[in-house]
């Protein structure tokens, strides 16, 4: 016993008898063959798909814009790097002189200084200071000779 079945399909003209016909399907466009609506002026069969050079050139054209944009930036980065590098310096060159400032002035404050200096243009030191005291009106303080 076999289980093999016939597959061929038989057409009306050559029939056997006890099979059946079906109706002929609709036939479609198959894709990627050259067809009466497929055939492009000139007589070359299109396939269907888009020309590869304008997509190589796109790409071609966006990898050589990322690169010089890269470039540029770079470039500015290094300028920019630099201006910082000198801007750090010149803080550094000011704190020095801000500190030496600082100290010169210090000096001049101290009144060693300020009294020698009254000394040489011919200042004499006060005497010691005197207090009155108006609740009781009384004089306070070291008056030197007076006593």
């Known amino acids: ?23 002929a399907a609709p036939r479609r ?10 055939v ?10 888009a020309p590869k050079i304008p997509f190589v050139l796109l790409i071609l054209c966006l990898l050589g814009a990322a690169l010089i944009s890269l470039l540029v930036l770079r470039s500015v980065v290094a300028q920019e790097a630099y201006t910082i590098t000198s801007l750090q310096s010149e803080n550094r060159e ?16 101290t009144s060693e200084r300020i009294a ?10 006060g005497d010691a200071p005197l207090f009155l005291d108006v609740d009781n ?5 070291d008056a030197g000779s007076d006593d």
């Not at 093999?4 to 006890?18: E, V």
């Not at 020698?116 to 030191?125: K, L, S, T, Y």
């Not at 009106?137 to 303080?141: D, R, S």
Request: glycine share 14%.
């Open 29 to 38: 466009p198959v894709r990627g063959k050259a067809t009466a609506a497929t």
């Open 116 to 125: 020698q200096e009254a000394e040489e243009m011919g200042m004499e030191p």
């Open 1 to 23: 016993m076999s289980t093999k079945t016939d597959t061929r399909r038989t057409t009306k003209g050559r029939g056997r008898t006890g099979t059946t016909t079906r109706p």
């Open 94 to 109: 000011m704190s020095y002189e801000e500190q030496r400032l600082e100290e010169s002035v210090a000096h001049l404050e």
């Open 137 to 141: 009106g009384e004089i306070t303080g």
């Open 40 to 49: 492009r002026p000139g007589g070359a069969a299109g396939t269907g798909r």
